[in-house]
């Protein structure tokens, strides 16, 4: 048979983690819920105890469980999150020589466009939330660090959570993961200097207009203009185009 026509059977471990993780994420168990002792998942899917932890294993390093020793160990469910997949993201890149530029470039496509998503459909509600931010951020202006470090990439999520496309928060999330890492990286090379504060005022200056465009309901304006702040920001933090993810995340 050619190899390319040869089907692999699942291992029995792939398969009892496969009915599992079907039942956390789908609401069946919760988090925090402790899954059935080890000889009640074993009759249940008549399977062997090493079968079982390899289940377990599988799981676990999908960060969906985990799994306790000890007395009043066994294995409880977590809530999937976009950690773990930032991290495998963030190794990929790193094996890939990614740099930074071709990341803030995906970031900047995609979260332009979630931008104009979310003109066409925001809320009352959404634009308070985006009010609220703003104060936020204006009670920072007058430290840089503080504004770089508590507000900004907050408004960022912000954005993307209000547009609602859930794929696209996902994706982002895990971008944002090593944006930041290249933001911390960032302040701790770069002081606060004289220039610091207008810079921060100019990023807040940004912030209130993509807001005041989302408010007309503006989407090809607001993304247009969110897509050329973001690539102003690319160019203010890496000065180097030959920078690499590796760099940041090593």
Known sequence: MPR??????????????????????????????????????????????????????ILESEG???????????????????????????TLL??????????????????????????????????ARLDEALAQGEALLGDPVGYAERHDLGFHRLLIELAGNQTMIALLDMLFSIVELHNQSFIKSH????????????????????VDLLRQGDGARAASFWRRHLSQVSEYMISDPGEIVLDVLA
């Open 64 to 90: 969906i469980i985990q799994v306790r020793r000890g007395a009043r160990g066994g294995a409880h469910v977590l809530v999937p999150g976009t950690a773990a997949a930032g991290r495998f993201t963030g």
């Open 191 to 210: 002081p606060p200097d004289a220039s610091s504060e207008t810079k921060v005022r100019a990023a807040h200056r940004a912030h209130t207009k993509v």
């Open 94 to 127: 790193q094996y890939r020589g990614t740099t930074l530029a071709d990341l803030h470039e995906a970031r900047s496509h995609l979260e332009s466009a979630g931008v104009g998503m979310l003109a066409e459909r925001r809320t009352a509600e959404d634009l």
């Open 4 to 57: 390319s026509a040869v089907v692999r059977v699942p291992k029995a471990g792939e398969m009892v983690a496969a009915q599992l993780r079907r039942q956390i994420v789908t609401g069946q168990l919760h988090e925090g819920d402790a899954l059935p002792s080890e000889a009640a998942l074993m009759g249940q899917f008549g399977v062997s105890r090493p079968t079982l932890r390899e289940a377990f294993r």
